[in-house]
């Protein structure tokens, strides 16, 4: 196949590969920031283990203090899985579910509420993507 007569590259797909260009750049970055786990798995007041009362006041306490592994995007108030394993392990660190033994790397016990959270989590992480694409069209008009 010959690169000058319709080749990779030429027709009306390159200028939709263009018009998307700048939301893959968005996406790419958020996704190489998850993988490198510059932002750990965060885990938001309605999956803790510490109850969504609790959690939040954690976060608060956390985020006051300085203490890191807490974070706040809108209504969800966010921990790391160690954040919590923290203050599980804390006096009176009662939650909805026994604190995880030391050194169980599993990250907090399901109860069967796996498909729920998981849902949840993939809506989290579309509504993510659906707000930087708008943060990436605003900025380019």
Known sequence: MSMDHGGPGVGPNNGVLQAFEPYLEW????????L????????????SELGPRRHREVVKRRIANGEGGAG???????LTVEAI????????????AAPAPA?????????????KSRARELGDFEREVMSGLRAVKDESR
Not at 27 to 34: F, I, Q, S, V
Not at 85 to 96: C, F, P
């Open 85 to 96: 394993r923290e203050e599980l392990a804390r006096k009176g660190g009662r939650g909805k």
């Open 27 to 34: 996406l790419a970055e958020r996704l190489a920031e998850r």
């Open 103 to 115: 050194g169980d790397d599993r990250g907090p016990p399901s109860g069967g509420s796996g498909a």
């Open 72 to 78: 706040q995007r809108g209504r969800n108030y966010l």
């Open 36 to 47: 490198e786990g510059r932002r750990g798995r965060m885990i938001n007041q309605h999956d």
